[in-house]
């Protein structure tokens, strides 16, 4: 069993940044960040492969920089001008075969406990 550890959220007023880390137990294919907001389902943030081709929601696009380090199993998420609407809890992901935001979480195999991101206005 894969196993998925976030750490680096907190509180941050809008404009500001965090970055997000996801220690996994073992080398997956790929690997990504889910947000899930009070009252709304998960939906897909941006993921990552192997092979470092990156896919972002548009919501997130030009703000939010993906990257993993397949050395440590790592994964990274840089998130700069963070909006109100950004707040959700973010959990990091990991699967074997299957990448991208477009499909329902509920595809993907390998889930964290999730770490809280609050952007106040």
């Known amino acids: 069993q894969v196993q998925l550890v976030e750490s680096g959220g907190g509180s941050v007023q809008a404009g500001g940044s965090l970055r997000l880390s996801c220690v996994s137990s073992?080398?997956?294919?790929?690997m990504g960040w889910f947000r899930q907001a009070p009252g709304k389902e998960r939906e897909g943030v941006a993921t990552?492969?192997?092979?470092?081709?990156?896919n972002y929601a548009d919501a997130v696009k030009g703000r939010f920089t993906i990257s993993r380090d397949n050395a440590k199993n790592t994964l990274f998420l840089q998130m700069n001008r963070l909006k109100p609407e950004d707040t959700a809890m973010y959990y990091c992901?990991?699967?074997?075969?299957?990448?991208?935001?477009?499909?329902?979480?509920?595809?993907?195999?390998?889930w964290g406990q999730g770490t809280q991101v609050t952007v106040s206005s």
């Open positions: 992901m990991g699967d074997p075969a299957i990448c991208g935001v477009g499909r329902d979480y509920r595809s993907y195999k390998y």
């Open positions: 073992e080398y997956t294919y790929c």
């Open positions: 990552i492969d192997s092979g470092w081709i990156p």
